[in-house]
C-alpha cells in the first residue's frame, strides 16, 4: 500500500511542502506537525471557519462534507466549490492530496 500524502501549496508565496501522513489524521493535524502555520481557532473541532483550505487533489476520496462544515465554510473567506476545513479533512492509508491554503489573517479577524 502506498504511503498517504499531503502536498500544501501556499497562497503567500512559499514553497510548496509535501509531507507523510498517517491514516486518520486530519489536512490541520499534518500541519500543525510539520511545523506550518494553519489557524484553528476552536481547536479543530468544527466550530470556526479558521482553518479553511482549498482541496486541490484528492478530494472525492475525503470524507463527505457534513452540513456544520458547510454552515462554516460560508462563513470563510473567499470560499470556493473545492473549500474545505482541514480539521475536518482525515486522512485514510494511500491517499494523495493537494491543497491550497489562503492568506490568513493572523490579527483574528
Do not use: W
Not at 489524521?25 to 471557519?49: F, K, M, P, R
Not at 463527505?64 to 480539521?87: W, Y
Amino acid at each position: 500500500m502506498s504511503a498517504t500524502t499531503i502536498t500544501f501549496q501556499f497562497s503567500d508565496g512559499q514553497p510548496a511542502q509535501t509531507h507523510v501522513a498517517a491514516a486518520g489524521e486530519s489536512v490541520l493535524d499534518v500541519a500543525l506537525n510539520n511545523g506550518i502555520q494553519l489557524q484553528h481557532n476552536c481547536g479543530g473541532v468544527c466550530g470556526c471557519s479558521t482553518c479553511h483550505v482549498y482541496i486541490d487533489k484528492g478530494g472525492d476520496d475525503l470524507p463527505e462534507i457534513s452540513d456544520k462544515e458547510e454552515d462554516f465554510i460560508d462563513r470563510a473567506v473567499n470560499p470556493r466549490l473545492n473549500s474545505r476545513l482541514a480539521c475536518q479533512c482525515v486522512l485514510n492509508a494511500g491517499m494523495q492530496v493537494a491543497v491550497t491554503i489562503p492568506k490568513q489573517d493572523f490579527l483574528g479577524h
